[in-house]
């Protein structure tokens, strides 16, 4: 799987709008040649307005994306069900996980951190105090 960097994909997401200056410097120059010059400069003005505005609001989210999907250490989570060597769900942010732990029982409510991820599965410990 080919992978871009953030500001690759901020220019492939952005280029197809600024594509629409061109195209509407051609038609106020067949329609109204006169204007071409005004409108011109308020079409320049307002791309570079729009692809600052959208730099400032829409890069920062591609960043986020640039990290590898389910990359969990480091994470922090509840736990929902027991968590043991043998079974145990957490919740991180918005998703379920299976869990397990090397250290005794975790009970319901606790917060834990993941430690690693195999497959479908995490390994937590409870959060230091």
Not at 7 to 22: G, H, M, Q
């Amino acid at each position: 799987m080919v992978s871009f960097s953030p500001l690759t994909k901020f220019i492939a997401i952005t280029i197809d709008e600024l594509i629409l200056v061109p195209i509407a410097m051609y038609i106020v120059y067949v329609l109204k040649p006169e204007w071409f010059i005004s409108v011109t400069i308020l079409l320049i003005i307002g791309a570079s307005v729009f692809v600052a505005a959208k730099y400032y609001l829409v890069y920062p989210s591609l960043l986020d994306i640039a990290r590898p999907f389910y990359e969990l250490q480091g994470m922090t989570g509840t736990v929902l069900e027991d968590v043991t060597q043998r079974s145990g769900k957490i919740r991180v942010g918005a998703e379920i996980w299976e869990a397990r732990c090397d250290v005794g029982p975790i009970s319901k409510g606790t917060a834990v951190t993941v430690v690693s991820r195999e497959s479908m599965k995490v390994r937590v410990e409870p959060v230091s105090s």
